[in-house]
């Protein structure tokens, strides 16, 4: 089945033992976070994909660590919610680049985009924080 990334936003109140075991019922799935998703966060702000990358918190699930939540840098999140619905094709374009996404359709890595922005938009409106849901 492989590593399995949902993303979701919220606030480091909501992130319980119980979260951490059943993810967001409304997350998204996406690439994984910390090379993947943190090489488009240094395309979009410059900032080294091994710094805008790294998660800020982590928190693991009651049995290890086949389980666990990152709470994404909010400078990550700050940069998916910049980009506009008219620069979703060039941006997924330029990200498709990158070596990890080469088997990625252009189409899906687009929607994935769209996705992640709008929620990251949706997180800034809130004050909430962006994390991604890991299972391995």
């Known amino acids: 089945?492989?590593?399995?990334?949902?993303?979701?936003?919220?606030?480091?109140?909501?992130?319980?033992?119980?979260?951490?075991?059943?993810?967001?019922?409304?997350?998204?799935g996406g690439p994984e976070p910390?090379?993947?998703?943190?090489?488009?966060?240094?395309?979009?702000?410059?900032?080294?994909?091994?710094e805008i990358g790294e998660a800020v918190k982590t928190w693991r699930g009651r049995h290890?660590?086949?389980?666990?939540?990152?709470?994404?840098?909010?400078r990550m999140r700050d940069a998916l919610a910049t980009v506009q619905p008219d620069d979703y094709r060039p941006t997924a374009e330029r990200w498709s680049t990158i070596?990890?996404?080469?088997?990625?359709?252009?189409?899906?890595?687009?929607?994935?985009?769209?996705?992640?922005?709008?929620?990251a938009r949706d997180a800034v409106g809130r004050g909430h924080h962006l994390y991604c849901w890991v299972m391995l």
């Open 34 to 50: 910390s090379v993947i998703l943190g090489q488009l966060g240094e395309q979009l702000t410059g900032v080294s994909f091994l």
């Open 99 to 119: 070596e990890e996404l080469a088997a990625w359709p252009a189409d899906e890595v687009s929607a994935v985009l769209e996705s992640l922005c709008t929620l």
């Open 64 to 74: 290890g660590w086949s389980v666990y939540i990152e709470e994404l840098d909010d």
């Open 1 to 28: 089945m492989g590593i399995r990334f949902a993303y979701f936003s919220g606030v480091r109140e909501q992130i319980t033992p119980e979260l951490v075991e059943r993810s967001s019922p409304h997350a998204i």
